[in-house]
């Protein structure tokens, strides 16, 4: 039985547009077709246009037939998360605060997408100002996991993960503050990358927490990664943070990068918390890389306790900073109860922020206040320079580190109801982010239930290049990605 189109790899589909064994108006029609057929029920998408997504697609297929195509990428129908800014269509953030915005320019990795042709097609939800492990945070809707509509997709990059994981789009982007990519993509058996920090420029990102966001990829394959990363990746004069390095052929470092790798696997990602089903396919995981001839070392990581205070101080803390913006005044929701400049800040912010938002602003405003800023917010500067050392010490004695993704599987909508065990779900994820640090989550097999469960592999900064390819050698043997959700 033949993969719907859809479902199919953009390299595969990449050569049958090359080959014009099809069109990328053809591939855009299905993505309509498929979104009309499941969107109802899985919700991954806030908005879409189908109209201009087949204008594009149009473009795309009038530049092959003169013989200038630009690229693999070129005619691919590729959601965004709605943090990311595209000219004249909506950016919400999944924010009451921002439902009527709509954006006055491209972000940087917009502009590198439509440089490669790209067909933008549909907006992802998301957790408000992508604040939250499940995306039940966002303002408009909650988003459902293809492999099981009453769990949750993951966050807070969930309807990117879930639109990719039912078929919605090719390719999908998002961004990952603490783990929001590669936990919704273990959640919905997909390939989640965040990038080195600075490898991606962040201009057009709704901010939430500066020093953590970074854009990157879902996909179905860590090759597809690979080619997604090589358009949007590059210096940009526009992000004071971005890093000039040079950007190699992601792709064909997969071919050439055989290994065999030194693998660290850190004792304290094996503890208490672990789901036995998601311990036992990691240690699969690590059996395959061991029999591919890779050395298995046990690394410590010492202040990995410390990780998830540590993110939840700075990563607030820079929270409260960027949304003062939303205020009332310009672009954003103005509570019409307002009666004095007064009302418009205070009544316009309760009435646009959803709950988890506010928790953070307020847990931020508190660790910069006067008096707790050394206490709280420089003392988990300090740890977080401990952590990445950690890593750096590691990295010392191997290529790369092998952790679970997440703790359990995907849980039930509604069912994680306090704030301090939705933060838990983000115990193995949030490291890589203080550490700046590449990640990769790769799809390792299924619980019992048919739940997804993501294996991830963090990486030294900027090799992206051997992060990929170690991923790949585990990727390209196994084909958990072809079990497809009966949606």
Known sequence: MSTPLTFQTLSGIADQLASGALTSVQLTQAVIDQTAAVES???????HDAADALAHAQASDERRAAGKPLGPLDGIPIALKDVIAVRDQPLTAGSKMLEKFVSPYDATVTIKLKEAGVVLWGRANCDEFAMGSSTENSAFKTTANPYD??????????????????????????SDTGGSIRQPAAFCNVVGLKPTYGLISRYGLAAYASSLDQIGPFTRTVEDAAIVLGAIAGHDHRDSTSFKTPIPDYRAALQEKKGPWKLGIPKEYFGEGLDPEVGAAIEKAIEFYRQAGC??????????EYCLSTYYIIATAEASSNLARYDGVRY????PDAKNIEDVYFKSRSEGFGDEVKRRIILGTYVLSSGYYDAYYLRAQKVRTLIRQDFLKAYEEVDAILTPTTPTPAFKIGETTDPLSMYLQDIYTVGVNL????????????TDEGLPIGMQLIGQPYQESDLLAIAHTYDSAHDWSGRLPEL
């Open 41 to 47: 029920r899985v919700n991954a998408l806030l908005s």
């Open 149 to 174: 509509l009453a769990r949750v997709p993951g966050g807070s990059s969930g309807g990117s993960a879930a639109a990719l994981a039912a078929g919605e789009a090719i390719a999908t982007l998002g």
């Open 295 to 304: 050395e298995i070392k046990e690394v410590s990581l010492p202040h990995t």
């Open 332 to 335: 954003t929701h103005r509570s």
């Open 435 to 446: 550490a700046g640090l590449p990640g990769i989550s790769v799809p390792a097999g299924f």
